[in-house]
């Protein structure tokens, strides 16, 4: 009986979660709110069948969807981007928890509570979800979007906060002990040890594992000593008192220029996607309609006012730091909600009998609920960014594909090649349209009398505007390889009888591009090393046709000969063998 009440209970979630995600997606909400009216309605606050009565231990388990989501970003930052990007995480970012938290914090001093507890609850709240942003950022391919990138920077450092915030819940208490445990520089002194730790696992130690296993063709070791080296990450941080997921991302990242960074991102992605759909359900269950029917006007002044600061308090930060008006807004609408840390920090204050059971179950609601707004709140930032930003370009046209006999070429991207490729279509006449999202770029194609509109071509409700099966060709001109992965994607699941043709940087990229859909792509590298090694035969006298009768060699049958030198390998004196790439 019990294993049949267990089948009904996930019978019931998954015809919940069909019906609300469905509606939700066709609403043009995505799928994270249909996630949360599903865990609403599947836990034990509903008036329906209890799947779970212990949600704690519910979200405890699914927060490691949050661990490999950030493992898996990790991968794709590689050291150097991050290092580009310190301004807006450690700047733009700190600024924003510091400023916020003081403003919630005088705010919820109004209500009885000492500046020091008004000061923890303010600092919790200032706090935004990890896991709701980047889950919509890459719902809508627009993860590497600067808007995308810039929201990402304030997470990271809201992240990297969690350990000073939860060494002030002991200061915020009566005794005011900071910690029972070591003393603060040999806690310091573990964290960076524990860092350390990770990092040269993720540079040398996993990569010589997986090597061996690659080379042996042990499929199934290969993907549990990525799962091992993932928990050990999240372990290490964990034990020096940081952020699980600030492990996995570290990890993640000295991962990024290892030759297996493909292989292992296919073996995460599906165990991710399942834990943290799981996640948001869990989140849904940890809603109390009972707070929200019996403090009905505490609740919404408290929503009202958390979301008000800081929404305002971010967008003058962002203006500040000097992004539009356009790029401001859309940043600070999605990151008004409250974080999943917030669970944990106010977790520990009611541990330290600074907050009651009482406040600690308004706190969670009021950070679910801000959870369940947010899709809202992200599509009327989108709205209203969209507005400011044609205000101030006015002279920047909305995208339309030409009206011709003759089906049109799509260019995705302005660059240096996307305005070569535009030139090549006027000489033959023939009617195209270029998109591009970088606002200077569409400005210099209309001074040249262009059709080029601004847009993203990697963002799915664009493309979808763009009615596509009126064009003959793609053509990404783009030199990003994760955005062009997302158009090409994109379009072969929308308009799977259009020909794309695309740059790629080398044939490891060229190949995963011609998996995930693309009709042809262009390894740029080897194209470049081709033409190089071709002038120099030239210049020493090779005949022409000798040269030509060579490059074709080395083409024929998509670059075998080329993959062949890439692939062979050198035995060292050591006796080790070492590959070409």
């Known amino acids: 009986m019990e294993y049949s009440g267990f089948l009904d209970s996930i019978l019931y979630l998954l015809a919940a979660a069909t019906l609300f995600v469905s509606v939700s997606k066709l609403a043009g909400l995505g799928s994270i709110l249909g996630l949360l009216l599903t865990g609403f309605m599947v836990g034990p606050h509903s008036p329906g069948p209890i799947l779970t009565e212990n949600v704690e231990a519910l979200r405890h388990i699914t927060e490691f969807g949050i661990v490999l989501l950030l493992f898996v970003i990790?991968?794709?930052?590689?050291?150097?981007?991050?290092?580009?990007?310190?301004?807006?995480?450690?700047?733009?970012?700190?600024?924003?928890?510091?400023?916020?938290?003081?403003?919630?914090?005088?705010?919820?001093?109004?209500f009885g509570h000492s500046w020091q507890v008004a000061l923890l609850i303010g600092l919790s709240f200032a706090l935004s979800s990890t896991a709701f942003v980047i889950q919509i950022l890459q719902e809508r391919g627009e993860f590497y979007t600067h808007s995308g990138q810039t929201a990402f920077s304030v997470l990271l450092m809201q992240d990297l906060a969690i350990v000073p915030l939860l060494a002030l819940v002991p200061l915020a208490s009566e005794a005011g002990q900071l910690s029972e445990g070591n003393p603060i520089w040999q806690q310091a002194a573990i964290a960076i040890a524990l860092i350390l730790l990770v990092i040269l696992l993720g540079r040398y130690g996993l990569p010589k594992v997986l090597q061996y296993l690659a080379r042996n063709q042990n499929r199934e070791a290969f993907f549990f000593s990525i799962l091992f080296g993932v928990v050990l990450s999240a372990w290490a941080m964990d034990h020096a008192g940081l952020s699980m997921a600030l492990g996995a991302f570290l990890l993640g990242m000295t991962l990024s220029n290892s030759r297996f960074h493909y292989q292992i991102q296919a073996h995460v992605e599906p165990f991710k996607g399942m834990l943290m759909n799981l996640f948001f359900v869990g989140v849904g269950m940890s809603i109390d309609p009972s707070i929200m029917t019996e403090q009905t006007s505490l609740l919404g002044l408290h929503l009202l006012s958390i979301l008000s600061i800081k929404i305002i308090t971010l967008l003058l930060l962002l203006l500040l730091f000097g992004f539009t008006l356009s790029i401001s807004t859309k940043v600070a609408f999605l990151l008004s909600q409250s974080g999943e840390f917030g669970?944990?920090?106010?977790?520990?204050?009611?541990?330290?009998?600074?907050?009651?059971?009482?406040?600690?179950?308004?706190?969670?609601?009021?950070?679910?609920?801000?959870?369940?707004?947010?899709?809202?709140?992200?599509?009327?930032?989108?709205?209203?960014?969209?507005?400011?930003?044609?205000?101030?370009?006015?002279?920047?046209?909305?995208?339309?594909?030409?009206?011709?006999?003759d089906k049109p070429v799509v260019i995705a991207g302005y660059g240096r090649v996307g305005r070569l490729i535009a030139s090549m279509m006027e000489q033959i006449d023939k009617p195209y349209a270029a998109f591009d999202f970088t606002p200077n770029r569409v400005e210099l194609g209309q001074m040249e009398n262009r059709p080029v509109y601004y847009g993203d071509m990697s963002d799915l409700a664009?493309?979808?505007?763009?009615?596509?099966?009126?064009?003959?060709?793609?053509?990404?001109?783009?030199?990003?390889?994760?955005?062009?992965?997302?158009?090409?994607?994109?379009?072969?699941?929308?308009?799977?009888?259009?020909?794309?043709?695309?740059?790629?940087?080398?044939?490891?990229?060229?190949?995963?591009?011609?998996?995930?859909?693309?009709?042809?792509?262009?390894?740029?590298?080897?194209?470049?090393?081709?033409?190089?090694?071709?002038?120099?035969?030239?210049?020493?006298?090779?005949?022409?046709d000798?040269?030509?009768?060579?490059?074709?060699?080395?083409?024929?049958?998509?670059?075998?000969?080329?993959?062949?030198?890439?692939?062979?390998?050198?035995?060292t004196k050591t006796g080790h063998v070492r590959r070409m790439d």
């Open 74 to 110: 990790g991968l794709e930052m590689k050291p150097a981007k991050l290092w580009e990007m310190r301004k807006q995480v450690f700047g733009l970012g700190s600024l924003q928890i510091l400023a916020t938290g003081s403003l919630l914090a005088l705010y919820f001093s109004n």
């Open 462 to 544: 664009f493309l979808r505007q763009l009615n596509l099966d009126r064009a003959e060709v793609v053509i990404i001109a783009i030199d990003d390889y994760q955005s062009t992965a997302k158009i090409v994607s994109h379009i072969c699941s929308e308009y799977p009888q259009i020909r794309i043709l695309s740059r790629a940087r080398d044939i490891r990229s060229r190949d995963a591009l011609l998996g995930r859909g693309a009709t042809w792509a262009l390894p740029e590298s080897v194209e470049g090393s081709l033409r190089l090694g071709a002038e120099s035969l030239l210049s020493i006298g090779m005949p022409k």
């Open 343 to 405: 669970f944990v920090l106010f977790g520990a204050a009611k541990g330290f009998q600074i907050i009651s059971e009482e406040q600690f179950v308004m706190a969670i609601t009021i950070i679910s609920v801000s959870m369940l707004l947010t899709p809202i709140l992200t599509k009327i930032g989108n709205s209203l960014s969209d507005q400011f930003y044609q205000s101030a370009n006015p002279d920047i046209q909305t995208a339309y594909l030409p009206e011709a006999s």
């Open 546 to 571: 000798e040269v030509e009768e060579l490059l074709e060699l080395f083409r024929k049958e998509d670059y075998e000969t080329i993959r062949q030198i890439y692939s062979n390998s050198v035995t």
